[in-house]
């Protein structure tokens, strides 16, 4: 069964000459939650390299439209996702309102990454908050939630293990594209990674 339309239009347009963000967003927009995912978890490298860099300052984002006001406080909200990783490219990364914060203007998320490797690497537990520079969200895995909500894993730190390696003393930078897709980027120590995971947030 071949891809949808609207998503081979999609990619056409990301491997094209230039990437128009408000096109990108008005078709993500308009496709179902199952064409969304199908259509970023078809990103592979170059298209996920070329939409962040497209989207720059394009519109804000901010931990509201990861976890929205109408969501309970340590409820789960699901971000289907990709990576450029070589292998065990897809992932979610799950995120919930801590306790007593403002559901309209949360001050922190907490989350974690839920992948095949996670009995390996631990679960990549990390805090986000908003970028109080640029209009972008920050998921810093140098902190981890004190508390999780049912059905988490147990929280570990990320400056041990394996998780040292895949997680440890790293910082994303999370974009927005869509009203349900987000792009990021990670870094460690202030230095980019060259590495780039899209996210599309459940319906």
Request: aromatic share 6%; proline share 6%.
């Given at each position: 069964m071949g891809q949808p339309d609207a998503v081979r239009e999609l990619l056409a347009r990301l491997r094209g000459f230039a990437?128009?963000?408000?096109?990108v967003a008005a078709r993500l927009d308009g496709m179902s939650h199952a064409e969304r995912v199908e259509a970023i978890r078809s990103l592979g490298r170059a298209e996920q390299r070329r939409l962040y860099e497209a989207v720059d300052g394009f519109?804000?984002?901010?931990?509201?439209?990861?976890?929205?006001?109408?969501?309970?406080?340590?409820?789960?909200?699901r971000h289907f996702g990709r990576n450029t990783l070589p292998l065990f490219t897809h992932f979610e990364k799950r995120f919930c309102r801590p306790r007593g914060e403002d559901p309209e203007k949360p001050s922190a998320l907490y989350g974690f990454n839920h992948q095949s490797l996670s009995r390996?690497?631990?679960?990549?537990?990390?805090?986000?908050?908003n970028d109080e520079t640029r209009p972008e969200v920050l998921i810093d895995y140098r902190e981890v939630p004190p508390e999780r909500p049912g059905g988490w894993p147990e929280i570990r730190s990320n400056e041990r293990g394996l998780a040292r390696l895949v997680y440890g003393g790293m910082v994303d930078t999370l974009r927005r594209v869509s009203e349900h897709v987000s792009?990021?980027?990670?870094?460690?120590?202030?230095?980019?990674?060259?590495?780039?995971?899209?996210?599309?947030r459940e319906a």
């Open positions: 990437v128009d963000p408000a096109d519109a804000s984002l901010r931990l509201l439209d990861l976890v929205p006001a109408g969501v309970g406080e340590l409820v789960t909200v390996l690497t631990g679960p990549g537990c990390f805090v986000a908050r792009i990021g980027s990670a870094a460690r120590g202030g230095r980019d990674l060259g590495s780039w995971f899209v996210l599309c």
